[in-house]
């Protein structure tokens, strides 16, 4: 399996960078330095290839592969020297969370220099912000959890998966995690000629305190399907000539969302009895969840960390701070989504899907996405896709797919997508 892991790394190397670069591979003492040992071996004729050593070897597979760079005259060096490409083959997936200060130094020199930067397996450092910063990440027989964590983001890069030459199903687990790709996204693309807007459902969303919350969320879920949209609440204040408002829920909904800019609004809980929902935001703090929980099967929560802090609390997973909840995303959506019927929509910059134990993670989204609002579109997308009366579970999956892509395919600056252009992106996915 080195030897495989080595011409993984090799073959996308080859690839993707023009022969005669300089490459820099660091080595540990375990296993994942063995496949940098045997890295260096099938890359010297190509390549200008350096070693450094941070730890001598120690397993047997290290010692074996370092024995034969050394009989190959491979060179080995004593300080860290400016490279084209650096290879991290360090730790993989034996390293632990503690680190020393001569592994920090390293990292953080390293991170410094200009280089085009390969993680083996697993970023070394991967639950600091100092971890070795990959432009890929070449992982060995299989996806790792820890790769799709949050604080993980800017330390992976793309995420590739080498094949060890032998059947995943002799090394990989079965998984209750599954990750989403572009090609997984199923739009409500409407196939039948003789229909009406009857026929693409009704959607109601809740005002609150602040409008313009329920109005971006009414306008997402116009945009992705739902034939017809209405505002309810306070019908004196103007909203967008697309959206209907009422007083009171209309009869014809088919479902509902509530929570955004809701402030002190207080919801009717009997709406949410029977209705596809979707609860966002301040109604995430209250208890009402629960009896609706209790009493409807088809209900979507879509909390941020904070958020979901105090869904934890109330559905009595535990009591943990926001950073702890970033630390361990998987674990406790997992645990929720288990006490707790509903679809559980984890958001963050891997957003996580989870019903029943099972978790789908999406990645595909970016920081454009870190605005005000975002969060709505988002709820009124899983809206417009129940309203049309798709299943919690594919509502979520496909409308968080939507929302990321748009923000993937977005041409301007990340920085200034607003509400708005995700609404419109819906046209062009």
Same mark, same amino acid.
């Given at each position: 399996?080195?030897?495989?892991?080595?011409?993984?790394?090799?073959?996308?190397?080859?690839?993707?960078?023009?022969?005669?670069?300089?490459?820099?591979?660091?080595?540990?003492?375990?296993?994942?330095?063995?496949?940098?040992?045997?890295?260096?071996?099938?890359?010297?004729?190509?390549?200008?290839? %350096? =070693?450094?050593?941070?730890?001598?070897?120690? !397993?047997?597979?290290? #010692?074996?592969?370092?024995? &034969?760079? +050394?009989? @190959?005259?491979?060179?080995?060096?004593?300080?860290?020297?400016?490279? %084209? =490409?650096?290879?991290?083959?360090?730790?993989? !997936?034996?390293?632990? #969370?503690?680190?020393?200060? &001569?592994? +920090?130094? @390293?990292?953080?020199?390293?991170?410094?220099?200009?280089?085009?930067?390969?993680?083996?397996?697993?970023?070394?450092?991967?639950?600091?912000?100092?971890?070795?910063?990959?432009?890929?990440?070449?992982?060995?027989?299989?996806?790792?959890?820890?790769?799709?964590?949050?604080?993980?983001?800017?330390?992976?890069?793309?995420?590739?998966?080498?094949?060890?030459?032998?059947?995943?199903?002799?090394?990989?687990?079965k998984s209750d995690t599954f990750l989403l790709e572009e090609e997984d996204l199923k739009l409500p693309i409407r196939k039948d000629k003789n229909s009406n807007k009857g026929d693409f459902g009704y959607l109601s969303v809740i005002k609150g305190e602040q409008v313009g919350a329920s109005t971006i969320s009414a306008l997402a879920g116009y945009s992705?399907?739902?034939?017809?949209?209405?505002?309810?609440?306070?019908?004196?204040?103007?909203?967008?000539?697309?959206?209907?408002?009422?007083?009171?829920?209309?009869?014809?909904?088919?479902?509902?969302?509530?929570?955004?800019?809701?402030?002190?609004?207080?919801?009717?809980?009997?709406?949410?009895?029977?209705?596809?929902?979707?609860?966002?935001?301040?109604?995430?703090?209250?208890?009402?969840?629960?009896?609706?929980?209790?009493?409807?099967?088809?209900?979507?929560?879509?909390?941020?960390?904070?958020?979901?802090?105090?869904?934890?609390?109330?559905?009595?997973?535990?009591?943990?701070?926001?950073?702890?909840?970033?630390?361990?995303?998987?674990?406790?959506?997992?645990?929720?989504?288990?006490?707790?019927?509903?679809?559980?929509?984890?958001?963050?910059?891997?957003?996580?899907?989870?019903?029943?134990?099972?978790?789908?993670?999406?990645?595909?989204?970016?920081?454009?996405?870190?605005?005000?609002?975002?969060?709505?579109?988002?709820?009124?997308?899983?809206?417009?896709?129940?309203?049309?009366?798709?299943?919690?579970?594919?509502?979520?999956?496909?409308?968080?797919?939507?929302?990321?892509?748009?923000?993937?395919?977005?041409?301007?600056?990340?920085?200034?997508?607003?509400?708005?252009?995700?609404?419109?992106?819906?046209?062009?996915?």
């Amino acid at each position: 399996m080195v030897e495989n892991a080595a011409f993984g790394m090799a073959s996308y190397i080859r690839e993707h960078q023009k022969e005669g670069l300089k490459v820099l591979i660091l080595c540990g003492s375990g296993n994942n330095a063995a496949d940098g040992y045997a890295l260096a071996r099938l890359l010297q004729c190509s390549y200008r290839v %350096d =070693i450094f050593e941070l730890y001598p070897p120690k !397993s047997e597979l290290a #010692k074996l592969q370092h024995k &034969r760079a +050394k009989s @190959l005259n491979i060179n080995f060096v004593d300080e860290i020297v400016d490279a %084209d =490409i650096i290879v991290d083959a360090l730790f993989g !997936s034996g390293q632990k #969370k503690e680190i020393d200060d &001569r592994l +920090k130094k @390293l990292l953080l020199q390293v991170n410094s220099i200009k280089a085009f930067k390969i993680a083996c397996d697993i970023p070394t450092g991967i639950f600091y912000e100092f971890g070795f910063k990959a432009d890929v990440t070449l992982t060995m027989g299989a996806l790792k959890e820890v790769l799709f964590e949050d604080f993980a983001k800017d330390l992976v890069g793309d995420i590739k998966c080498c094949n060890l030459g032998l059947k995943r199903e002799f090394f990989e687990i079965k998984s209750d995690t599954f990750l989403l790709e572009e090609e997984d996204l199923k739009l409500p693309i409407r196939k039948d000629k003789n229909s009406n807007k009857g026929d693409f459902g009704y959607l109601s969303v809740i005002k609150g305190e602040q409008v313009g919350a329920s109005t971006i969320s009414a306008l997402a879920g116009y945009s992705f399907g739902a034939g017809l949209v209405s505002l309810v609440g306070d019908v004196s204040e103007k909203c967008s000539p697309l959206i209907m408002q009422n007083r009171i829920l209309s009869p014809k909904t088919t479902a509902i969302i509530g929570g955004m800019g809701l402030g002190n609004v207080k919801i009717k809980k009997e709406d949410f009895f029977c209705l596809p929902c979707v609860i966002d935001a301040d109604l995430l703090y209250d208890e009402v969840i629960k009896e609706i929980v209790e009493k409807n099967e088809n209900v979507v929560l879509t909390p941020h960390p904070k958020e979901f802090a105090s869904l934890l609390d109330m559905f009595k997973v535990g009591s943990f701070s926001t950073n702890e909840i970033q630390q361990n995303r998987f674990e406790l959506a997992r645990k929720f989504s288990l006490a707790c019927k509903a679809v559980l929509v984890l958001k963050g910059a891997n957003t996580i899907i989870a019903k029943n134990g099972v978790l789908y993670v999406c990645n595909l989204g970016n920081s454009s996405l870190a605005k005000g609002g975002s969060g709505d579109v988002l709820a009124g997308f899983i809206g417009g896709l129940l309203a049309q009366n798709r299943d919690t579970l594919d509502a979520s999956i496909n409308a968080v797919l939507a929302h990321a892509l748009i923000s993937k395919k977005f041409k301007a600056n990340n920085y200034s997508l607003t509400p708005y252009d995700l609404i419109e992106g819906a046209k062009w996915l």
